[in-house]
């Protein structure tokens, strides 16, 4: 059974940082791209950033690029997702994801994501 574990969310003020982390099992972790999305309320899950099963490549929605930064441990199977200046834009659930066979370009697309965790929540107050 697959489980994503997503830790870290929390009520910051703007211009602050966050490390959200997302614990994975029962899959080879190594083998899948890992996601961030984030859904605010009353919108449309997003993208936000992924990175390659080997931690190489990696690729940021525009709205965070400069930002946030995703990263990965495979031997701890665990993904990270730095936010710094943080803005109450920001402010939504952030879900981990994990897709198999694709490129990080590819793993953009919520439709295309395998398995997904129940979101923590980022409120960033202004």
């Known amino acids: 059974q697959v489980q994503l574990v997503e830790s870290g969310g929390g009520l910051v003020q703007a211009g602050g940082s966050l490390r959200l982390s997302c614990a994975a099992s029962g899959l080879t972790f190594s083998r899948y791209v890992m996601d961030w999305f984030l859904q605010a309320p009353g919108k449309e899950r997003e993208f936000v950033a992924a990175i390659s099963w080997s931690g190489s490549s990696t690729y940021y929605a525009d709205s965070v690029k400069g930002r946030f930064t995703i990263s990965r441990d495979n031997a701890e199977n665990t993904v990270y997702l730095q936010m710094n200046s943080l803005k109450p834009e920001d402010t939504a659930v952030y879900y981990c994801?994990?897709?198999?066979?694709?490129?990080?370009?590819?793993?953009?697309?919520?439709?295309?994501?395998?398995?997904w965790g129940k979101g923590t929540l980022v409120t960033v107050s202004s």
């Open positions: 994801a994990a897709a198999f066979g694709l490129t990080t370009v590819q793993a953009i697309r919520a439709s295309r994501v395998n398995y």
